[in-house]
């Protein structure tokens, strides 16, 4: 079993200061905004559960969408993407402390 999970999440936020608080909560787990509303990075569990809380307790049931996405984006933006250089921002060895 893989400690982490590579993840992709995307939201549409309707109020500044829940989207603000949104960023800075996913800037802070250390995952990296790679578009406007779409963060991308490798967490644990315990991490993943509290970005769906944070979900839970600040976005607006009626006017906000956000999901969490598990991926292999790192495998595939080397072929398919566009504008993000080689993709080395994307290799799995940034994310492991020696």
């Known amino acids: 079993m893989e400690l982490l999970k590579e ?7 309707s109020q500044n200061k829940s989207r603000t608080k ?7 787990i250390g995952l990296q905004n790679i578009q406007d ?8 569990e315990a991490e993943k559960r ?3 809380r ?3 307790e600040h976005l607006d ?3 906000d969408r956000a999901f969490i996405l598990e991926t292999k984006l790192s495998s595939q933006i080397k072929l398919t993407g566009f504008g993000y ?8 060895e940034l994310f492991y402390i020696a």
């Open 7 to 13: 993840i992709i999440v995307v939201y549409d936020v």
């Open 22 to 28: 949104l960023f800075k909560a996913l800037k802070n």
């Open 37 to 44: 509303s779409v963060f991308w990075g490798r967490v644990n």
């Open 50 to 52: 509290s970005i769906r």
């Open 54 to 56: 944070f979900f839970q």
């Open 61 to 63: 049931k009626e006017t």
């Open 85 to 92: 250089g080689d993709g080395s921002q994307f290799d799995e």
